[in-house]
Protein backbone atom coordinates (compact mmCIF):
# COMPACT_ATOMS: atom_id res chain seq x y z
CA UNK A 1 0.00 0.00 0.00
CA UNK A 2 2.56 2.71 1.18
CA UNK A 3 5.89 2.20 0.02
CA UNK A 4 7.71 2.26 3.43
CA UNK A 5 10.74 0.36 3.69
CA UNK A 6 12.82 -1.40 7.41
CA UNK A 7 14.66 1.72 7.48
CA UNK A 8 11.50 4.36 7.45
CA UNK A 9 9.82 2.38 10.12
CA UNK A 10 12.82 2.50 12.56
CA UNK A 11 13.12 6.48 11.82
CA UNK A 12 8.92 6.57 12.62
CA UNK A 13 9.63 4.53 15.53
CA UNK A 14 12.52 6.21 17.13
CA UNK A 15 10.56 9.85 16.65
CA UNK A 16 7.55 8.28 17.85
CA UNK A 17 9.63 7.30 21.45
CA UNK A 18 11.11 10.69 21.84
CA UNK A 19 8.23 12.86 20.92
CA UNK A 20 5.54 10.98 22.90
CA UNK A 21 7.50 9.49 25.39
CA UNK A 22 7.85 5.81 26.71
CA UNK A 23 4.95 6.21 29.28
CA UNK A 24 2.42 7.01 26.42
CA UNK A 25 3.74 4.92 23.25
CA UNK A 26 1.24 1.59 24.03
CA UNK A 27 -1.80 3.82 24.48
CA UNK A 28 -1.46 5.64 21.39
CA UNK A 29 0.18 1.98 19.54
CA UNK A 30 -3.19 0.76 20.74
CA UNK A 31 -5.47 3.77 19.68
CA UNK A 32 -3.59 4.07 16.31
CA UNK A 33 -4.18 0.05 15.80
CA UNK A 34 -7.78 0.44 16.13
CA UNK A 35 -7.95 3.18 14.40
CA UNK A 36 -6.57 1.11 11.71
CA UNK A 37 -9.19 -1.61 12.29
CA UNK A 38 -11.58 0.47 11.82
CA UNK A 39 -10.52 2.06 8.29
CA UNK A 40 -9.53 -1.95 7.34
CA UNK A 41 -13.23 -2.92 8.59
CA UNK A 42 -14.71 0.20 6.27
CA UNK A 43 -12.62 -0.64 3.38
CA UNK A 44 -13.57 -4.46 3.72
CA UNK A 45 -17.27 -3.59 4.17
CA UNK A 46 -16.76 -1.47 0.48
CA UNK A 47 -15.29 -3.61 -1.08
CA UNK A 48 -17.92 -6.30 -0.39
CA UNK A 49 -20.74 -4.11 -1.37
CA UNK A 50 -19.04 -3.33 -4.23
CA UNK A 51 -18.60 -7.02 -5.40
CA UNK A 52 -22.19 -7.43 -4.84
CA UNK A 53 -23.02 -4.42 -6.83
CA UNK A 54 -21.12 -5.80 -9.49
CA UNK A 55 -22.96 -9.39 -9.23
CA UNK A 56 -26.51 -7.66 -8.88
CA UNK A 57 -25.39 -6.35 -12.39
CA UNK A 58 -24.12 -9.85 -13.81
CA UNK A 59 -27.61 -11.25 -12.26
CA UNK A 60 -29.51 -8.82 -14.05
CA UNK A 61 -27.81 -9.38 -17.38
CA UNK A 62 -27.85 -12.93 -17.43
CA UNK A 63 -31.72 -12.30 -16.08
CA UNK A 64 -32.05 -10.64 -19.42
CA UNK A 65 -30.21 -12.84 -21.92
CA UNK A 66 -32.21 -15.60 -19.92
CA UNK A 67 -35.73 -13.53 -20.58
CA UNK A 68 -34.69 -13.43 -24.45
CA UNK A 69 -33.36 -16.71 -24.85
CA UNK A 70 -37.04 -17.79 -23.10
CA UNK A 71 -38.71 -15.30 -25.54
CA UNK A 72 -37.20 -17.06 -28.74
CA UNK A 73 -37.82 -20.79 -27.67
CA UNK A 74 -40.92 -19.99 -27.21
CA UNK A 75 -41.35 -19.17 -31.16
CA UNK A 76 -40.16 -22.61 -31.36
CA UNK A 77 -42.82 -24.55 -28.89
CA UNK A 78 -45.49 -23.19 -30.79
CA UNK A 79 -44.03 -24.67 -34.17
CA UNK A 80 -46.92 -27.41 -34.98
CA UNK A 81 -45.14 -29.22 -38.24
CA UNK A 82 -49.07 -30.94 -38.59
CA UNK A 83 -51.12 -27.92 -38.67
CA UNK A 84 -48.82 -26.17 -40.80
CA UNK A 85 -48.97 -29.17 -43.65
CA UNK A 86 -52.77 -29.88 -43.19
CA UNK A 87 -53.29 -25.79 -43.73
CA UNK A 88 -51.20 -25.91 -46.65
CA UNK A 89 -52.91 -29.94 -47.94
CA UNK A 90 -56.21 -28.00 -46.98
CA UNK A 91 -55.52 -24.48 -49.06
CA UNK A 92 -54.62 -26.77 -51.90
CA UNK A 93 -57.42 -29.30 -52.15
CA UNK A 94 -59.90 -26.36 -51.97
CA UNK A 95 -58.09 -24.67 -54.86
CA UNK A 96 -55.68 -26.22 -56.52
CA UNK A 97 -55.04 -23.91 -59.54
CA UNK A 98 -54.03 -21.03 -57.10
CA UNK A 99 -57.43 -19.21 -58.45
CA UNK A 100 -59.61 -17.07 -56.61
CA UNK A 101 -63.43 -18.60 -56.87
CA UNK A 102 -64.72 -16.73 -54.11
CA UNK A 103 -66.44 -14.12 -56.18
CA UNK A 104 -67.67 -16.47 -57.96
CA UNK A 105 -68.66 -18.31 -55.60
CA UNK A 106 -70.76 -15.52 -54.10
CA UNK A 107 -72.54 -15.04 -58.06
CA UNK A 108 -73.90 -18.25 -58.40
CA UNK A 109 -73.71 -22.22 -56.38
CA UNK A 110 -73.45 -23.88 -59.82
CA UNK A 111 -70.36 -21.70 -60.93
CA UNK A 112 -68.37 -22.51 -57.21
CA UNK A 113 -68.98 -26.22 -58.04
CA UNK A 114 -65.88 -27.91 -60.07
CA UNK A 115 -66.66 -29.49 -63.14
CA UNK A 116 -65.94 -32.73 -63.55
CA UNK A 117 -63.29 -33.47 -66.34
CA UNK A 118 -64.71 -35.59 -69.48
CA UNK A 119 -63.54 -39.16 -68.96
CA UNK A 120 -60.62 -40.14 -71.33
CA UNK A 121 -59.86 -43.48 -72.68
CA UNK A 122 -56.52 -45.01 -72.73
CA UNK A 123 -56.52 -45.80 -75.91
CA UNK A 124 -56.81 -41.92 -76.61
CA UNK A 125 -54.08 -41.02 -74.09
CA UNK A 126 -51.13 -43.14 -75.79
CA UNK A 127 -52.17 -42.28 -79.57
CA UNK A 128 -54.34 -39.63 -81.08
CA UNK A 129 -57.31 -41.28 -83.08
CA UNK A 130 -55.83 -40.75 -86.85
CA UNK A 131 -59.10 -39.41 -89.43
CA UNK A 132 -61.00 -42.08 -90.74
CA UNK A 133 -61.24 -42.00 -94.98
CA UNK A 134 -64.41 -41.74 -95.83
CA UNK A 135 -66.54 -44.50 -97.19
CA UNK A 136 -68.86 -44.08 -99.94
CA UNK A 137 -72.52 -44.71 -99.21
CA UNK A 138 -75.13 -46.92 -100.93
CA UNK A 139 -77.29 -44.17 -102.08
CA UNK A 140 -74.39 -42.39 -103.69
CA UNK A 141 -73.26 -45.27 -105.87
CA UNK A 142 -77.61 -45.97 -107.00
CA UNK A 143 -77.58 -43.04 -109.08
CA UNK A 144 -74.78 -43.99 -111.92
CA UNK A 145 -74.97 -40.51 -113.43
Known sequence: MFDIGWSELV???VVALIAIGPKELPGVLRTVGQYMGRIRRMASEFQGQFQEAMREAEMADLKKQVDEMTDTAKG???F???ASVKKEVD???ADPLGSS???AASASPEAA???APAP???DAAIAPEAPQPE???ASTSGSGA
Do not use: G
Open 113 to 115: APS
Open 120 to 122: VSP
Open 76 to 78: FTD
Open 91 to 93: SFT
Open 80 to 82: DPL
Open 101 to 103: TSS
Open 135 to 137: TKS
Open 11 to 13: VIA
